[in-house]
């Protein structure tokens, strides 16, 4: 019972990291979210612990538990596994059942109502939900997993990003082009369009925390 209690906090604390609620380096308070979520504080550090190995947040001596503020290596690491994950599913795309492919093309025009919207939140939301689709084709649950994990860290990333539309807005066309790429059973041409679309958002986001932080 104390381990899905504290799997229940660690999602609902998850949830709060992922929509901007508990942005990058915010400390998680133990005496003020065990009154909030009425728990002990067994069980809240049960549920920091499975964060801690999401890599969502970090414990700092003497000091508590803080959501993690993603460096430069953190993000050229999650963008090479990305690649590797991304790149699976691409591969086996021709092969995907019609479900998973319908959820790529979902994800991008979501993605492009949302801008249309000027909801960049969404929009960055509807993008993620579009590169675990892309991954979702492998039909892997490893890969799923492992997927999970890494955009959930990637949110820490867009938070930390000074303007979600300058980052998001150039690759809602590339979205695009990469599903219109699938659906015309380009495979080959859409594995070296998304190896180069990581690229440039790796380098675009890394070059913008130089700025922010030089």
Not at 31 to 42: F, H, T
Not at 46 to 57: I, P, W
Not at 67 to 92: C, F, K, N, Q
Not at 128 to 143: D, K, M, Q, T, V
Request: with cysteine; proline share 4%.
């Amino acid at each position: 019972m104390a381990r899905s209690t504290a799997q229940r906090i660690a999602t609902e604390l998850r949830a709060r990291v992922e929509r901007g609620a508990l942005p990058p380096g915010t400390r998680l308070s133990e005496e003020a979210l065990g009154r909030e979520l009425d728990v002990s504080r067994n069980t809240l550090r049960e549920a920091f612990r499975l964060l801690l190995h999401d890599q969502l947040v970090e414990h700092r001596l003497h000091r508590g538990v803080f959501v993690r503020v993603p460096g430069l290596h953190d993000v050229t690491d999650i963008y090479r596994m990305r690649a590797a994950l991304e790149s699976a599913g691409v591969r086996a795309a021709a092969e995907a059942k019609p479900g998973l492919r319908e959820a790529v093309t979902r994800a991008v025009t979501e993605a492009e109502w949302a801008a249309d919207d000027g909801d960049w939140s969404e929009v960055a939301s509807a993008d993620l939900r579009f590169h675990r689709a892309l991954a979702a084709l492998a039909a892997s649950p490893r890969i799923d997993t492992a997927m999970d994990r890494l955009l959930a860290e990637l949110r820490l990333v867009f938070h930390s990003m000074p303007s979600p539309r300058r980052f998001h807005q150039p690759f809602l066309v590339r979205n695009r082009l990469l599903e219109r790429l699938l659906e015309q059973g380009e495979y080959a041409r859409a594995e070296a369009e998304l190896a180069g679309y990581l690229t440039d958002a790796c380098r675009l986001i890394t070059d913008t925390m130089r700025e922010v932080h030089p």
